[in-house]
């Protein structure tokens, strides 16, 4: 099937500094969304981004879908300590129907 | 917020039980979708319904069972339950293109 490549696995960065992880696919993507996921919940949509070349911002978090549609990027600006959890992106394929494809997940810390 | 909630939060049952989460969605929409949890993993697709009565196969599937007999409604079955299926179980609906998360059900099978 369909597979997301996110990088890094995980991150600790100190308060104050910028992040940024992405997404590869071997497909072209129609969509890309980016998700939260705090412990114990299910993931909140960050940002969804529906056109290639598109950059959207969500306050201190800003996300591109890639030119060549089989990329994506996030970055969060200044970091503080509640920005710690699990970030995931995910999109839909061409051809691909209404089903998702998720990356497995960018695990942040973020030391006060 | 779309919506959803998940029932029951919490489950610990034995191996060779049945099983049924339900997921419950007050806002009228179309498709809806069970996902499993599991460390390494990510969330990975069992099943999903796109209408009444109309489900169709994830990726991992085998081992469970779907019902959607009304909208609002979409049931996830173990039909016995293995502890391979310890899981965190997620539904999720999808609104204007994209896909909003239930809470989710902690499943642990001893």
């Known amino acids: 099937g369909q597979q997301l490549n996110q990088s890094p696995q995980s991150m600790f960065i100190q308060e104050g500094e910028d992040v940024s992880m992405n997404c590869t696919s071997s497909?072209?993507?129609?969509?890309w969304l980016w998700y939260k996921q705090d412990p114990g919940e299910g993931p909140v949509l960050l940002i969804a981004?529906?056109?290639?070349?598109e950059l959207t911002s969500n306050g201190r978090l800003t996300a591109q879908f890639g030119i060549t549609r089989k990329d994506s990027f996030l970055n969060i600006s200044a970091s503080i300590p509640s920005d710690v959890g699990i970030y995931f992106c995910a999109g839909h394929y061409t051809g691909g129907s209404e089903k998702l494809v998720f990356g497995k997940g960018t695990k942040l810390t973020v030391n006060p | 917020d779309a919506g959803i909630t998940q029932s029951p939060r919490h489950k610990v049952t034995e191996t060779g039980t049945p099983v049924t989460l339900r997921c419950h969605q007050t806002?009228?929409?179309?498709?809806m979708y069970w996902y499993r949890q599991d460390p390494g993993h990510g969330l990975r697709l069992i099943h999903y319904s796109y209408g009444v009565k109309d489900t169709d196969k994830g990726e991992v599937s085998d081992g469970y069972s779907v019902s959607r007999s009304k909208t609002e409604d979409f049931l996830l079955t173990l039909e016995s339950a293995t502890s391979s299926q310890t899981s965190v179980y997620f539904c999720a609906v999808t609104m204007a293109d994209t896909q909003y998360f239930g809470p989710g059900t902690r499943l642990t099978v001893l």
């Open positions: 806002e009228n929409h179309r498709y």
């Open positions: 497909s072209i993507f129609n969509t």
């Open positions: 981004l529906y056109k290639a070349g």
